[in-house]
């Protein structure tokens, strides 16, 4: 049988030597020893040498934010030889974004050669996020794993998102390599550390990795234990090229960058492939590996990943999820991805209408990298043409936003954030109207009329808080304010508590975070998972300028609420709209009833300037002309809002 360019393996047993066999052309038979388990070709068009699948490894590195996982990968590709001793911090974290805040944000690659017993392997790093918001990424990277290194901190312990992140990868049977980190520190308590394992996940101590990624102590021996433990990918070298597109980023010169996983088969420079997703067929361009710079090359194999570009241009084009295959050979899809839903959404603006176009190609772009984005048409009558934009989380967001300033030069303007909504309406007309007797909305100018609303809902997450016992009165004091109901109260050890509550989406989003740091000293943590919806008494409050509602100021907050925030809102309005010739009454107004009121005082001109004695009936005639006026001027007057009013209000 005769496979084209597809190159399998063949023992000589006369010499007990192992050779390539290829029917291409462009390969040559090589003998090799066995004990070299490197199988290069000599043909000067394919330079790179083809590891065998028992020799690959591809592994992640997950944990809590800011306990290594950036500084363990510097570690990895230098001791591997893919950068240079002291080349820099968090080699991996390319953003600028991620060198300010001090985080990871993206996924990032790196394909490193490692040298195990006098056997060379292919070690495929993927560096994963670490915040709740940015669980997709972790979430993705794991599809093309075989196992993961779990990161604990030996100071701080367990976290949240430690919990979240074990649970991933456990879901999806994954080899888990415990690993205790920052041991040179003063205070680590590593025993502590591994006692928390023990309770939480069953964990052998025999099996937990102490090291410190910052000196590079005990570093190595997890390359030792990637190649023992970790099992070769499940992939097939004889069969037609199948891959999956796990991430893509757009390239000004090359167009969208797709990150695949080979599956199957073989990938060259000249093929044409075929999308499952947009059924479009592409030549390919280029191939490179991720090493961690990109490395070109000619040809991809099976158990691999690699980067390649192929004139796809946009997000529609360079789905993450997506499958390849060879042009005219039909395949079935590799997997579904579950695409993460945004939970946060705000509108967002160009600070001056002439930059639309400009801020339209740079959110294109950006939404191409990140697929936990939801992108919208909106408009709005003070701010202009904008979108409506969804997000995984409050930090999410502001991610986007300074990349949206740092990279592409934009100044967005973005509204306060608010969640997706749901309601059952009733009648036949209305049902029509609307498609169906369930609708969602996100934006407070969507909702519905209460005249035919039957009920509704809003989103409910479970939340997992981890704080110490000294802390727990702050701390349950704070879930019962944000509407919570607690599911589990568990002691961890070592002082240390676990709390899961459920809560409104809508009451963590914006600074629940902030204020648990603030009631436990910084030492808590907080994960959240989605939960589905639960019927809830939310109302639309509206703000009404002397009788006149005003929609972009309006807001969705829970009845229990309504005042409290009506209030706020009032007093931050008196302060921020200017005042003008006749006085303007604030009002947040449910349903037409008014809940709380604030004034802004008119200019008031001294009319009676100019009289010098005389009669007191003339000041007194002079001051009810001037009433008078200002209830006319009050009554045909409009009033002048400035852009900047609504900036200030609505912005975060």
Request: net charge positive; glycine share 6%.
């Amino acid at each position: 049988m005769r496979i084209n360019k597809v190159i399998y393996q063949v023992w000589c047993t006369q010499k007990n030597y192992r050779f390539l066999e290829t029917h291409s052309s462009k390969f040559d038979r090589k003998y090799l020893h066995p004990s070299r388990k490197c199988y290069c070709t000599k043909s000067e068009d394919t330079k790179e040498c083809v590891i065998p699948v028992e020799n690959i490894r591809n592994f992640s590195i997950i944990a809590h934010v800011d306990h290594g996982k950036s500084t363990l990968a510097d570690r990895l590709l230098e001791i591997t030889g893919a950068i240079k001793k002291n080349s820099g911090n968090q080699i991996l974290d390319k953003l600028q974004v991620e060198k300010d805040r001090g985080i990871t944000v993206k996924a990032q690659t790196a394909s490193l050669n490692y040298t195990y017993k006098e056997t060379k392997y292919l070690l495929n790093l993927i560096d994963t996020p670490g915040h709740v918001d940015f669980s997709a990424e972790v979430y993705r990277s794991l599809v093309p794993c075989q196992g993961v290194i779990l990161v604990v901190d030996a100071n701080d312990g367990v976290q949240a998102q430690t919990v979240a992140n074990y649970y991933l990868a456990a879901k999806q049977k994954l080899i888990i390599i415990p690993v205790i980190n920052k041991i040179d520190l003063k205070n680590a308590n590593p025993d502590r550390v591994i006692q928390q394992l023990k309770t939480l996940f069953d964990m052998k101590e025999e099996n937990v990795l102490k090291i410190s990624a910052k000196l590079g102590t005990g570093v190595k021996n997890i390359l030792d234990v990637i190649v023992e433990r970790i099992p070769p990918p499940d992939v097939f070298r004889d069969k037609p090229f199948r891959a999956l597109i796990f991430d893509s980023w757009y390239d000004r010169y090359k167009g969208a960058i797709s990150l695949i996983y080979v599956k199957e088969g073989s990938l060259s420079i000249g093929d044409h492939i075929t999308s499952i997703h947009n059924k479009k067929s592409y030549e390919l361009k280029n191939l490179s590996l991720l090493r961690p710079d990109e490395e070109p090359v000619k040809r991809l194999v099976a158990g691999q990943i690699g980067c390649i570009a192929c004139n796809m241009r946009s997000s529609k084009e360079a789905f993450i999820g997506d499958t390849l295959h060879i042009k005219n050979q039909p395949v079935d899809t590799l997997l579904q991805f579950k695409t993460p839903k945004p939970m946060v959404f705000s509108g967002v603006y160009p600070l001056d209408q002439s930059q639309f176009d400009a801020m339209k190609t740079a959110v294109e772009k950006l939404t191409l990298n990140d697929s936990g984005v939801s992108v919208t048409i909106d408009h709005s009558v003070a701010l202009g043409q904008g979108w409506r934009i969804g997000f995984l989380g409050l930090l999410h967001m502001e991610v986007f936003m300074q990349r949206l300033e740092q990279e592409h030069g934009v100044e967005p303007i973005v509204t306060i954030p608010n969640v997706t909504y749901k309601a059952k309406i009733s009648g036949a007309k209305n049902i029509k109207k609307y498609g169906s007797d369930e609708i969602t909305f996100n934006n407070p100018a969507h909702f519905p009329n209460p005249q035919i609303v039957t009920e509704l809902f809003e989103p409910i997450i479970l939340g997992t808080i981890i704080t110490p016992e000294t802390y727990l009165g702050e701390v349950l004091s704070l879930c019962l304010e944000k509407r919570g109901v607690e599911q589990l109260t568990k002691d961890i050890g070592n002082n240390r508590i676990m709390l899961q509550y459920l809560m409104p989406l809508n009451e963590v989003i914006v600074d629940f975070h902030d204020l648990l740091k603030s009631a436990t000293s910084g030492y808590a943590s907080f994960d959240y998972e989605e939960y589905g919806y639960e019927s809830s008494k939310i109302v639309k409050l509206n703000i009404a300028l002397n009788g006149i509602i005003v929609e972009e100021l309006s807001t969705i907050v829970h009845a229990n609420k309504a005042v409290t925030v009506g209030k706020h809102l009032c007093e931050k309005l008196v302060n921020i709209i200017p005042r003008q010739m006749f006085e303007i009454s604030i009002q947040a107004m449910l349903n037409g009833r008014v809940l709380a009121r604030d004034n802004v005082k008119a200019y008031r001109k001294d009319v009676t300037a100019k009289l010098y004695g005389g009669d007191v009936t003339r000041r007194k005639k002079l001051l009810a002309r001037q009433v008078e006026g200002k209830k006319k001027m009050r009554m045909i007057g409009k009033i002048s809002i400035p852009r900047d009013t609504f900036i200030k209000v609505l912005k975060r």
